[in-house]
């Protein structure tokens, strides 16, 4: 018998542990990217050409290294965070085989044969059970 | 098994799925941009490295950037960054609460669309301009 209170076991226990965090750091990230993108864009656009010289002249100027660097550490992070949320959202889903149309197996109603490894949808794409 | 009201998530769109409004195809874009701009990182992070390599490593890639091919990618990557940008500000708007009214929110739309573009074809001018006589 575990003596711990209930509100113990609930907390910090939600479905991704992190979920608040994710999304923090996904909006900062934002933030701090829309002054950086338009400096880059803005930095890029005005070089006079893409010569090797030209470059790394550019890219050695006093602050473009370190805003530079931002740029590409806060970019991964954004878009290590942006793609997560991706897969997270669509990976459920397949490809009904007889429709074509993306189906989300766990909230078919009305069938619950599985068609290989995945479930089967009937609720709206109208393939029997034993075609699939 | 009753037939209950199900909220729209076994079907997007047409019968028993939301209706389709234009925030919707923005809203999906703005994925799709997000997705197409980790590649376009990529490419940033390929041609820094190509410059860290030195000149000669730098030299060799050099044609590979300035190629028309390179420059349309160019062009579709500020035309996807540009968006995310916009649409990216409308999202945090939408975080603070500013905007949720379907009217401000359509307004934002057609702002966003408006701005990408403008500042794209600005950004898409300068890339083919960039350098076009020694090429």
Known sequence: MSLRAPLAKVLNHGAAHDGVNHWWVQRVTA???????????????????????????????????????FVVLLASWHGWLGLQMVIEDYEHRFRCPRSRCWCYPRSCTRCWRRAGSM???ASHCGASHERL | M??????????????GGYRWAYTNTLSILHRAAGVA???????????LISASFGAASY????????????????SMAVIALTFHFFNGLRHLAWDV?????????????????????????????CIFAHGAGTR
Do not use: H
């Not at chain 1, 050409?49 to 473009?64: C, E, H, K, P, Q």
């Open chain 2, 37 to 47: 701009l980790i590649f376009a990182l990529l490419g940033l992070v390929v041609w």
């Open chain 1, 119 to 121: 479930p089967c949808c």
């Open chain 2, 59 to 74: 030299a060799a890639f050099l044609p590979l950037l300035t190629s028309l091919p390179a420059r349309i990618v160019m």
């Open chain 2, 2 to 15: 009753a037939e209950r009201p199900l909220s729209p998530f076994t079907k997007m769109f047409g019968e």
């Open chain 2, 97 to 125: 609460g500013w905007g949720f009214e379907r009217s401000a929110a359509r307004r934002s739309a057609a702002l966003v669309v408006a701005g990408t573009f403008i500042v794209s074809a600005f950004c898409i001018y």
């Open chain 1, 31 to 69: 933030l701090a990217l829309a002054p950086l993108v338009i400096w880059l864009l803005w930095q890029l656009l005005s070089l006079p050409d893409a010569n090797y010289l030209t470059v790394t002249a550019w890219i050695r100027y006093s602050w473009n290294a370190v805003l530079l660097s």
